[in-house]
């Protein structure tokens, strides 16, 4: 079956450290991948988004960016974390035969002190 | 760029009742899917039910269903014989057909269920 895992599931950082989470899908190839954030109470906002291996998509020039070095994997990086990066971090991964939707991860709650 | 509208911040529903949600979006395009996902307070996004907008018939899954309006570019979630479990935060979205399927998202609609 078909698993997407994502972690840390909390991360505590101060403000000016670096950041990587990671998102790892399992069970199926080529999917296409997200990284969205979710302010507290808010929607949630496309960040990067990746089609294939070393292909990544910008939604919103901010403070972080992405990388997928392998096929089912997938990073969000920072080299120096901003008091406003905290928030609600969510992997999320389309495959074609389950047609167009995305599945989510169970996510990663950042907080920037 | 798309954009979705929940306008209820918030809904409360004695359990076994009915609670309908709020959605409108803005769109140029013709073909497109809509999408409720629900997020429990585990905050996992879990899928509720989609529609594909070339389908005029409303899609339904379980106590589940939707009245999609696509000339008035409404899509409503109606939740029937409300359950405990339904407490949830619950977010409206549209996804662009070939766009690599990115999804945009409304802001929420928090729905208490109360015993």
């Known amino acids: 079956s078909q698993t997407i895992h994502q972690w840390p599931a909390t991360l505590v950082q101060p403000v000016g450290s670096p950041l990587s989470l990671e998102c790892t899908v399992e069970?199926?190839?080529?999917?296409?991948l997200y990284w969205y954030r979710q302010a507290a109470g808010r929607g949630l906002q496309l960040l990067f988004y990746?089609?294939?291996?070393?292909?990544i998509s910008s939604e919103v020039p901010q403070n972080l960016s992405a990388s997928r070095p392998q096929d089912r994997q997938f990073i969000l990086s920072s080299k120096k974390l901003l008091l406003s990066d905290s928030g609600f971090y969510l992997c999320?991964?389309?495959?074609?035969?389950?047609?167009?939707?995305?599945?989510f991860g169970s996510g990663t709650q950042l907080s920037v002190l | 760029a798309q954009t979705v509208t929940q306008s209820q911040p918030e809904m409360s529903v004695q359990e076994a009742e009915t609670v309908t949600l709020s959605c409108t979006y803005d769109t140029s395009e013709n073909n497109y899917y809509l999408f409720w996902y629900k997020q429990p307070p585990s905050r996992q996004m879990i899928l509720v039910i989609r529609?594909?907008?070339?389908?005029?018939q409303n899609a339904t899954e379980n106590r589940f269903s939707v009245n999609f309006q696509k000339a008035a570019k409404s899509f409503s979630l109606k939740i029937s014989d409300s359950q405990l479990g339904d407490t949830a935060m619950y977010f409206c979205a549209f996804m662009k057909l070939a766009n690599d399927y990115k999804l945009s998202f409304g802001a929420g609609t928090t729905v208490t269920v109360r015993a």
């Open positions: 069970g199926t190839s080529n999917p296409n």
């Open positions: 529609q594909e907008a070339y389908k005029q």
């Open positions: 990746s089609v294939g291996i070393g292909q």
């Open positions: 999320a991964w389309k495959v074609d035969r389950e047609g167009e939707k995305l599945f």
